[in-house]
């Protein structure tokens, strides 16, 4: 069952490791400038969810607002469409057999 997240089972030498790369890859002075750009990435991403569920919460509101559920319906009978008959084929001349 948690098979499929064995993957994030890191531990405390892999974490190093994974740092000691990063550190030769990215060099020690931009280290503080990458995590600076990703806090505010990650500050911008948490603002526009938040406006998301806002403007989400916002909409739900107003549309509960039109609907008034503390009044009971109008006892109105229900409106049913017209009804349509069927157009009657023509009456076709009966035709005496007898006369031919």
Same mark, same amino acid.
């Given at each position: =069952? ?17 740092? +000691?790369?990063?550190? =030769?890859?990215? !060099?020690?002075?931009?280290? &503080? !400038?990458? *995590?600076?750009?990703? !806090?505010? *990435? =990650?500050?911008?991403?948490?603002? @526009? *969810? !938040?406006? +998301? %569920? ?5 909409? *739900? ?10 009044? /009971?319906? @109008?006892?109105? @009978? $229900?409106?049913? &469409?017209? +009804? +349509?008959? $069927?157009?009657? /084929? /023509? %009456? %076709? ?8």
């Amino acid at each position: =069952m948690a098979s499929h997240l064995l993957f994030l089972d890191f531990s405390g030498g892999e974490f190093l490791l994974i740092g +000691v790369v990063f550190l =030769m890859f990215f !060099g020690s002075k931009s280290i &503080p !400038g990458i *995590a600076r750009s990703l !806090g505010k *990435a =990650m500050r911008q991403f948490r603002e @526009a *969810a !938040g406006d +998301v %569920q806002r403007e989400i919460h916002e909409s *739900a509101n107003v549309n509960l607002k039109d609907i008034d559920l503390n009044t /009971p319906p @109008a006892n109105k @009978a $229900p409106t049913l &469409p017209p +009804v +349509v008959t $069927p157009p009657t /084929p /023509p %009456q %076709q001349n009966e035709v005496n057999p007898e006369k031919k």
